[in-house]
């Protein structure tokens, strides 16, 4: 069983997988602390409650119906924190839940401060990192892409691990769904400092859509 959030199908809205058509699997629970009421943390916009409590054969036929007619093509596993569960029989399942001659892309999203167990690493097609602590806490063995959100006023983040990784920077929204021309022009800013670094938009903000 796992705690779930929510599930939706939507595009992909931000870093290297932009437009691809998925089915977001939002499971419960963070090992981290949020800011709010003043305290210290990170702010999060994320609802983290567990709205079901699912099994693995559960999650996937809701999955399978959401993207019908097609085949479960693409598949986004993300949190809170995914990686704080037992993955392995959720991805098993997923992996053969397409036909075989098409095959399923599975993607994890994670803010990288945890192991990926078991077979996990093979199961997955592509790990995104997006770090809420400092970069000395990263343990995830493998990052295909970190994507981070930038105010005016912070600086580029340093990248000590995984230097072969793709790097994205996002402007950070208003509250009022707004995206603020400082936070943007200042990611431009520091992308044209840095050409490892590009620019993502959060298109799903953009448009509207989750």
């Not at 999060?44 to 709205?51: G, H, I, M, S």
């Not at 990686?83 to 098409?102: G, I, N, W, Y």
């Not at 994507?147 to 929204?173: E, I, K, T, W």
Request: net charge negative; hydrophobic share 40%.
């Amino acid at each position: 069983m796992l705690p779930v959030s929510e599930m939706f199908y939507e595009v992909q809205g931000e870093g290297a997988q932009t437009g691809r058509p998925c089915v977001f699997i939002r499971l419960a629970g963070c090992n981290l602390q949020c800011a709010a009421d003043g305290e210290a943390g990170f702010d999060c916009d994320t609802e983290l409650l567990a709205k079901a409590s699912m099994t693995e054969e559960e999650i996937v036929a809701e999955a399978t119906r959401m993207a019908a007619p097609a085949p479960l093509l693409n598949v986004i596993v993300t949190g809170g924190e995914p990686t704080l569960h037992d993955l392995e029989p959720l991805l098993k399942l997923l992996k053969q839940a397409a036909p075989r001659s098409v095959g399923v892309w599975i993607g994890l999203e994670t803010n990288g401060t945890q192991l990926i167990k078991g077979d996990c690493l093979h199961l997955l097609n592509w790990i995104s990192c997006s770090p809420k602590t400092a970069e000395h806490t990263i343990r995830v063995q493998r990052v295909d892409e970190f994507r981070y959100v930038r105010n005016a006023d912070q600086p580029l983040p340093v990248m000590p691990q995984h230097p072969g990784a793709l790097r994205y920077l996002s402007p950070a929204f208003a509250p009022d769904g707004s995206l603020p021309r400082a936070n943007l022009d200042h990611c431009i800013a520091l992308v044209k400092g840095s050409p490892k670094w590009r620019l993502s938009l959060q298109t799903h903000k953009l448009i509207g859509h989750r």
